[in-house]
């Protein structure tokens, strides 16, 4: 890898524009950025929103022209002056856009991520315009730190990362506490808003109870004026390769699930660490793929008074499923970070093989009506089935550990 000296003075003062941004020339709309040592060997990843999405997410008193990788020459520069070359990648599937930026870390670079708490300081350059190597955007890349000490599988770490949210914190806690009874032991909340303070409340409780438990990644990007095209995943896609850039050094197992989904081990496991475990091991695989059980209302036109108690656990209130697992898309992965590099919501799109688990073992509770009525294939009436078998294995443990947790805190107004 060749090392060029950058043309400008290392502490000149600029006014570049820092990550999140859209690019000085107005090519690029830069969301987050991470630096991995796993992915790529080691190697330093932008975020940005797919070229032809960026029109559609930008107000219109911004003028950008959007620039697709094949049009644009890009390089990342960092402190000591040296280059690397940027890769760039975008891929559509379907509706689900990714575009990613991906650059070597240079050998100075690459000495940094391995110093503990060090800030890696980074330029991208662009010499696509006539504007030469004039830096379009910089960014501070926090160094990720590495836990994975053990070959005992047990211990390694299971990572969950939220969907981004909006709003339904407050099915956050008996999330977060099944998915811990169930073996996970890292959760990572992308926030969007935080209506009356309450995800801060929660966050506030797990910091005193179980540091380093529950992290908040910032994925609120108004202060761009930033319109999104799909309000409800609000930049969904790049939240997932977020996660997996920022989270998948640290981790072992890594998802992306909504609130009203649950990874459930069925008879004899206990814990999905368990079954994992003994079924995968420490195979070479991309993913585990997840096909959804659903779980629907008992009518659907109505919710029963028991479904329509907010006070219960979701997984209390929700006892009829759709016989058969759903296999007509809407599945959800574990990746194993290490071994893939480009995802959408539904598939994984490159990476290692993808394993289909045994529906006995495992499976996806995906409760399709927590918060408002919903018709999901196969959830007509006559449809389902009674399970109560989430419930009755469960709630009390989850209710109990909710109780814990909050311990002097009111649980009512959390749960
Ligand atoms: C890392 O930096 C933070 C503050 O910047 C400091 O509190 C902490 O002790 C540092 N950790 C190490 C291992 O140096
Ligand atoms: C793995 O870790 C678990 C939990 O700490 C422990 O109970 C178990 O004995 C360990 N197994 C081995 C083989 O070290
Ligand atoms: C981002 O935060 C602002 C201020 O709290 C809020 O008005 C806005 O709705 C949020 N955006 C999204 C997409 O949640
Ligand atoms: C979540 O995002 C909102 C909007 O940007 C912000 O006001 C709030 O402080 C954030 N909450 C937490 C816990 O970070
Ligand atoms: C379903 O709910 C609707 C609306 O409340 C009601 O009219 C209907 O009788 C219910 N069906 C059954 C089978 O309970
Ligand atoms: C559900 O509960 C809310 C109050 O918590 C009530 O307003 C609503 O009518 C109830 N809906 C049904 C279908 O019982
Ligand atoms: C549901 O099943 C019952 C008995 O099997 C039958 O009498 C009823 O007509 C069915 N209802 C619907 C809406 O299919």
Request: charged share 20%.
């Amino acid at each position: 890898m060749s090392i060029v000296v950058a043309a400008w003075p290392e502490n000149a003062e600029d006014n570049i524009p820092i990550v999140p941004c859209l690019s000085a020339d107005g090519h690029l709309l830069v969301l987050s950025v991470g630096a991995s040592r796993i992915r790529y060997g080691v190697s330093l990843t932008f975020i940005t929103v797919y070229p032809t999405d960026m029109k559609t997410v930008l107000p219109k008193h911004i003028s950008s022209r959007p620039l697709s990788s094949n049009q644009q020459s890009l390089w990342c520069i960092f402190s000591d002056g040296s280059v690397t070359p940027v890769y760039t990648y975008d891929s559509k599937y379907y509706g689900e856009r990714i575009s990613l930026l991906d650059c070597p870390l240079s050998q100075f670079a690459n000495d940094q991520l391995w110093k503990l708490n060090q800030t890696l300081r980074v330029y991208l350059a662009s010499t696509t315009t006539k504007d030469r190597k004039i830096p379009i955007l910089k960014a501070f890349v926090k160094v990720p730190v590495v836990s994975i000490t053990s070959s005992n599988s047990s211990q390694e770490s299971f990572t969950l990362c939220t969907s981004p949210l909006h709003n339904k914190a407050k099915y956050l806690v008996q999330w977060i506490e099944f998915h811990r009874l169930v073996g996970f032991s890292k959760f990572v909340i992308y926030n969007t808003t935080d209506t009356d303070d309450y995800l801060s409340t929660i966050i506030n409780i797990y910091a005193q109870k179980h540091p380093d438990l529950v992290d908040v990644v910032q994925w609120n990007f108004s202060t761009l004026g930033l319109v999104d095209v799909l309000p409800t995943r609000y930049f969904q896609t790049e939240a997932l390769h977020d996660c997996l850039i920022r989270y998948g050094d640290q981790s072992e197992w890594l998802g992306m699930f909504d609130l009203d989904e649950y990874i459930v081990p069925l008879h004899p496991y206990e814990t999905i660490v368990d079954y994992v475990h003994e079924n995968f091991g420490r195979r070479i695989i991309g993913s585990i793929n997840l096909w959804s059980q659903f779980f629907c209302n008992k009518n659907a036109s109505a919710y029963t008074p028991e479904e329509n108690d907010t006070n219960c656990l979701t997984i209390e209130r929700f006892t009829f499923r759709a016989r058969n697992l759903y296999k007509s898309g809407r599945e959800k992965y574990l990746y194993r970070p290490r071994f893939v590099q480009y995802l959408s919501i539904h598939q994984q799109v490159i990476g290692l093989s993808k394993e289909q688990p045994s529906e006995k073992h495992i499976t996806l509770a995906h409760y399709v009506s927590m918060t408002r009525l919903r018709t999901m294939p196969e959830c007509g009436f006559n449809e389902t089935v009674e399970d109560s078998g989430i419930r009755n294995r469960f709630a009390n443990r989850v209710k109990d550990a909710i109780e814990t947790l909050m311990n002097k805190h009111s649980n009512r107004s959390i749960l």
